[in-house]
């Protein structure tokens, strides 16, 4: 059990928040000292976005209380978080592109600075901090890592005592993870608090000093992490030990499902990425990795390969079929499904049930419809059967896809595709934002298609999983791909190297 030292800085007693059918916290009760790293922990739908929004003042519990700095609080709005001393860095920025860094940042603040002021204070603290930031910068020339830092730097502005952070290194490089790591020990020392959330547990062991684990709404345990192993975190959040799954290679690669011929789309608009001469082949039975930093071109790529983006008919071949010409519909009818990055809007329809969700994919691969209507009593029993295979948490197949976690939606979205069996599956971050146990069964999944002859190709900003996945790999830099490479000659040192766009 974890006992730390220091100073309590927030008390958690007895929370407990529940919603139509579903207890999110049940009886949960934290402390965290003045200074200390604390990791928050626990599978998609566990209860820890609740929690942190009952700590920052987004969500009201209806049960227990909360001290801060010794004196119970009642945390109603996060304006009155943020004026106790408690900042957040969400998962997903709020950003402007067309405004600068400045004035990204005064829409956060809660009190009046003059803008001449603000700038030398952003240069100052940013600069202090090792996190860099031209205050007259324009959002939309920034890469993903010094966005990240305008949320930062927005809430040390603030000077927090208490700094909560939701998955910050899923869209990160290795360099740049390094580096807030640093700064994250240096706001430690210097008496910040700060509770990480993360589902790499490599990291939480590399960074974080004690650990709180929920299972289905309750704690479980709170722990040391020096004590523990990935493994045993793993295990304690999901009740049972972590299998790993079986990724050896295919034993025999089959014929050409995709081949990529001289493929170049323009840029659709000024902040867009140009794809420039792409070549590539993906057999059936295989899985190919596209390592990049976010923002190169794998949104482009993607859209590319599943008709979003029109391109030479010649171009692209799905099955000995030229569809650069097709549209999305008709490349599924040729064997392609694809799983977009964005979950909400591109992957699903936010307010549409599970139900419709899946028919809007599924329907013309498992044939949804008969005399023109919907076939609703089989809709309803494949949008059922990927929620039990993939374990998504939810009520059921009826609420909209907005109401889920962003794991378990991405469960739903993962699995809506690989259960219908392609011939060719692109996956853009498969396992982004998707817990320990999850992530496993989702790279199983992928694994099983290709064993069964699939052609698999993931688009991934995960190192670590690509080259745990991958039959080969490349990278994409500034719209062009690398040549690919069996992935026994690489390890993350190349991989880096081709995502800096060095040929190897």
Same mark, same amino acid.
């Given at each position: ?40 922990? &626990?599978?998609?739908?566990? &209860? ?243 390592? !990049? ?51 909400? &809007? ?25 005399? !023109? ?105 500034? &719209? ?25």
């Amino acid at each position: 059990m974890s006992d730390s030292s220091k100073e309590s800085l927030i008390s958690l007693k007895h929370i407990r928040k529940a919603y139509p059918g579903c207890v999110a916290n049940d009886d949960i009760s934290i402390r965290i000292g003045h200074g200390e790293i604390h990791a928050l922990l &626990g599978e998609n739908g566990a &209860g820890k976005s609740t929690l942190v929004k009952i700590i920052y003042g987004v969500v009201k519990a209806d049960e227990g209380s909360i001290e801060f700095e010794g004196s119970p609080v009642q945390i109603k709005n996060p304006a009155y978080a943020r004026s106790l001393g408690i900042a957040m860095v969400f998962q997903h920025f709020s950003l402007f592109d067309s405004l600068t860094v400045a004035q990204n940042i005064t829409l956060g603040m809660d009190e009046k600075i003059d803008p001449e002021k603000l700038s030398e204070r952003i240069v100052e603290v940013s600069n202090r901090y090792g996190l860099p930031l031209d205050p007259e910068r324009h959002v939309y020339t920034l890469s993903v890592g010094e966005r990240q830092r305008i949320e930062i730097i927005r809430c040390l502005l603030q000077n927090p005592k208490l700094l909560i952070m939701d998955e910050p290194t899923s869209v990160l490089t290795p360099q740049e993870v390094d580096k807030l790591f640093e700064t994250l020990h240096r706001l430690s020392d210097e008496g910040m608090a700060i509770l990480y959330i993360s589902h790499k547990l490599d990291e939480i062991k590399a960074l974080c000093e004690n650990a709180t684990i929920l299972r289905h709404g309750e704690k479980i345990d709170s722990v040391v992490v020096a004590d523990q192993t990935p493994a045993s975190l793993a295990g304690l959040m999901m009740g049972e030990e972590l299998k790993l799954a079986d990724h050896a290679a295919t034993s025999s690669v089959g014929e050409v499902r995709l081949r990529v011929h001289n493929l170049n789309i323009a840029a659709e608009s000024a902040l867009g990425i140009s794809l420039r001469n792409i070549n590539f082949e993906v057999r059936g039975g295989e899985i190919v990795g596209l390592a !990049g930093v976010a923002g190169n071109g794998q949104d482009e790529l993607l859209k590319a390969l599943n008709g979003e983006l029109r391109s030479e008919s010649e171009s692209i071949i799905i099955e000995g079929s030229a569809v650069g010409q097709m549209g999305p519909n008709e490349r599924r009818v040729f064997g392609l499904v694809s799983v977009p990055e964005k979950r909400l &809007g591109h992957g699903a329809v936010p307010g549409m049930s599970l139900v419709d969700n899946a028919f809007l994919t599924a329907n013309l691969r498992l044939g949804l419809t008969k005399l !023109g209507l919907i076939n609703y009593p089989k809709t309803v029993e494949y949008a059922q059967s990927v929620i039990e295979q993939f374990d998504v948490r939810t009520p059921d197949e009826d609420v909209s896809a907005d109401s889920l976690s962003g794991g378990n939606l991405q469960k739903f979205i993962v699995g809506r595709e690989i259960n219908q069996l392609p011939e060719l599956i692109v996956v853009a971050q498969p396992t982004w934002g998707v817990d320990a146990g999850a992530a496993q069964s989702i790279r199983a999944a992928l694994r099983a298609l290709a064993n069964q002859g699939t052609a698999v190709l993931v688009i991934s900003q995960d190192l670590d999983e690509l080259i745990e996945m991958s039959d080969r790999i490349g990278a994409i830099c500034a &719209g062009k791909v690398s040549q690919l490479f069996p992935i026994d000659e690489m390890n993350s040192e190349k991989i880096g190297l081709l995502m800096a766009g060095v040929e190897l």
